[in-house]
């Protein structure tokens, strides 16, 4: 198995159950990487930084880029599947949706550190939506954040496979019965 094809995306909107999906495949043994958003938001309100979706949209951007290329370069670690929450292309995903140019050094990061060409995305989900402390998008941002990602992903040239709204262990299933796609 290729390196690319050992790293696999799952995207989407906010709220979507991307986490719990993860969650389910760490419950199967397989390798995950976290979301960097959401951990990226907890610590800069925990050292009081300012690279916050609300106080600094191209400073988080850049977080989340040396996160994922991080991520990116620890599956090297492994040598079966690693499942990630969210990948590069995410972020171009997120620049667009705030109507910011994507950097030519992010677009050519996305070209470099590729991942396997399928991936799962999550749809919008209202039943299962909540809104947290790091989560302050509304279920409407949630759904243009999931046709910003279809859109940046399609633009990368990787193949979307959308994740039905099931329990959590059929959504596992489902990713990896589709696998081979």
């Not at 959401?38 to 930084?49: E, N, P």
């Not at 667009?96 to 950097?103: F, K, N, T």
């Not at 409407?140 to 990368?156: K, L």
Request: glycine share 6%.
């Amino acid at each position: 198995m290729s390196d690319i094809q050992q790293r696999v995306i799952i995207t989407g909107g906010p709220g979507a159950g991307k986490s719990a999906i993860i969650e389910g495949l760490i419950a199967q043994k397989y390798d995950c990487l976290p979301e960097s958003g959401r951990a990226i938001i907890q610590d800069q309100v925990r050292i009081g930084g300012s690279a916050l979706p609300w106080l600094d949209k191209q400073a988080f951007a850049e977080m989340m880029l040396c996160w994922e290329i991080r991520s990116w370069h620890l599956a090297n670690n492994n040598n079966g599947l690693s499942f990630f929450d969210r990948g590069l292309p995410d972020i171009a995903g997120y620049l667009q949706l705030c109507e910011i140019a994507v950097p030519k050094h992010l677009d050519r990061a996305i070209r470099i550190f590729e991942y396997q060409k399928t991936v799962f995305i999550a749809p919008p989900w209202k039943e299962i939506y909540v809104q947290d402390v790091e989560r302050k998008q509304t279920f409407e941002d949630s759904v243009m954040t999931y046709h910003a990602m279809v859109s940046i992903y399609e633009q990368y040239n990787y193949k979307l496979i959308e994740i039905p709204c099931l329990s959590v262990d059929e959504r596992v299933n489902f990713i990896l019965s589709n696998m081979s796609q």
